[in-house]
């Protein structure tokens, strides 16, 4: 059973900063390409960002300019940066690791943006 091991979330004002961090196996760190999913509430889950083994990256428009995803291969870890949060980033966030058919998650971790 691979295990994503996430921590890092909670309760934050609107405009305030949050980061996730997610460590993983060194055998699957360094061959999967590593990502952050959320799901709100009555929503399905959405990619918020990726990162591959080579550090390319991607995000939703969503996030685009306010979360940075960033990965330490020297602690099998990746990051989620997010800054300027807003009510809408509310959510249940999840760990991804991807490569081909194979698909592991974490357990979650909420993030809560009120004030």
């Known amino acids: 059973q691979v295990q994503l091991v996430e921590s890092g979330g909670g309760l934050v004002q609107p405009g305030g900063s949050l980061r996730l961090s997610c460590a993983a196996p060194?055998?699957?760190?360094?061959?999967?390409?590593m990502g952050w999913y959320r799901q709100a509430p009555g929503k399905q889950r959405e990619l918020v960002a990726s990162i591959t083994t080579s550090s390319s990256t991607n995000y939703a428009d969503s996030v685009k300019d306010r979360f940075t995803i960033s990965r330490d291969n020297a602690r099998n870890t990746v990051y989620l940066q997010m800054n300027s949060l807003k009510p809408e980033d509310t959510a249940v966030y999840y760990c991804?690791?991807?490569?081909?058919?194979?698909?592991?998650w974490g357990q979650g971790t909420q993030v809560t943006v009120s004030s």
């Open positions: 991804n690791a991807r490569m081909l058919a194979f698909n592991y």
């Open positions: 060194r055998t699957i760190f360094s061959r999967y390409t």
